[in-house]
């Protein structure tokens, strides 16, 4: 049983990553109902929890049915980061994360996210700071370096759980990167297999499937692995993961009936969490996954990313259900 801390994740646990404008509550929900086993709020700024900036309050909205859940907070300025680890703490979390990894620009060029991997000190009295500050467990996921001259993961590994962490996710890119190339998770493997490294780490990059998820868990033996992108609009690959683990079979994919199910709960979240227009935004970007694959779905994709009236949105839905259904299931 993997532990982060006191709290029990499961044997091989399956991390939803924190992703920006995505792992919201309403994403969270239908993901967690197919079998991801810990998961993220969206990166928080810790500049606006301290000034208390609506958008930023907003994502530590967390549901019982979440748990265990972490609220994953980021900022360059160590005394602000102090004290938004303490505001995230007061949502009742189950732990609080910090995010060293974000590459972009406006994130990682400011001295925070991924670019705090140029000062290794900082990063570690940072950290440092924050477990003194909260009780909960304190977890960090960071990539392996700024750039391939600057891959020090080990050494930060061990820097961090010197200072208290409770686990660490590694994504398997450099800042430099971005989301480009190959993940390597041989770098990942030097870390979970260092004999000073005990507590648990969590490889993320490039899993897409469960065939891929087995081979990197028996390669590189880490302790669960995070999914992010392969988690959008396709929250079953938890379960799918879980599954081939255990069976070594593959389930069949989601028919038509509940991909709609599936997408009309998610918005329907979304609308109410998030209010009527900016729900309906934020739900376009679902639709092409949910329904990736799909011949002649153009048309109805489009009618669902154009609409602004929720009622209609669920109407297409349902037809969409009902004029694939057959041709889906044939397929």
């Not at 004999?195 to 669960?224: R, T």
Request: hydrophobic share 40%; charged share 30%.
């Amino acid at each position: 049983m993997v532990r982060i801390g006191n709290i029990e994740v499961g044997e091989f646990p399956l991390l939803l990553a924190p992703m920006e404008d995505v792992s919201d509550p309403p994403f969270r929900a239908v993901c967690k109902e197919n079998g991801a086993d810990l998961m993220y709020t969206e990166f928080i700024s810790s500049e606006g929890l301290i000034r208390n900036a609506e958008k930023s309050v907003q994502k530590l909205d967390i549901y019982d049915y979440e748990r265990p859940i972490g609220i994953q907070i980021f900022g360059d300025k160590i005394e602000s980061m102090r004290q938004a680890a303490a505001i995230a703490e007061e949502a009742q979390p189950e732990l609080v994360d910090i995010n060293y990894g974000c590459p972009v620009k406006k994130v990682a060029c400011k001295g925070a996210g991924a670019g705090i991997l140029l000062d290794i000190p900082k990063m570690q009295k940072m950290t440092e700071e924050i477990v003194k500050q909260v009780s909960l467990p304190v977890t960090v996921k960071t990539r392996l370096g700024w750039d391939d001259s600057t891959i020090k993961i080990v050494e930060v590994a061990k820097r961090l759980q010197d200072v208290g962490i409770k686990a660490l996710t590694i994504h398997g890119r450099t800042r430099v990167q971005m989301y480009k190339g190959i993940a390597d998770w041989t770098k990942i493997a030097e870390v979970k297999n260092h004999p000073d490294i005990h507590i648990p780490i969590f490889g993320n990059g490039d899993i897409d499937s469960p065939e891929k998820a087995l081979e990197y868990k028996n390669k590189f033996e880490v302790d669960g692995i995070m999914i992010g992108r392969a988690s959008i609009g396709y929250p079953w690959i938890f379960n799918e993961i879980k599954h081939f683990m255990k069976t070594g079979e593959l389930l069949a994919p989601p028919s038509m009936d509940e991909r709609v199910r599936t997408a009309k709960k998610h918005l329907e979240f979304s609308l109410e969490w998030k209010g009527e227009k900016q729900g309906i935004y934020e739900m376009r970007r679902h639709y092409t996954n949910y329904f990736r694959g799909i011949p002649n779905f153009k048309p109805y994709r489009t009618r669902l990313v154009e609409s602004e009236n929720p009622e209609e949105l669920f109407g297409i839905l349902d037809e969409v259900g009902g004029i694939f259904e057959d041709a889906y299931s044939m397929a």
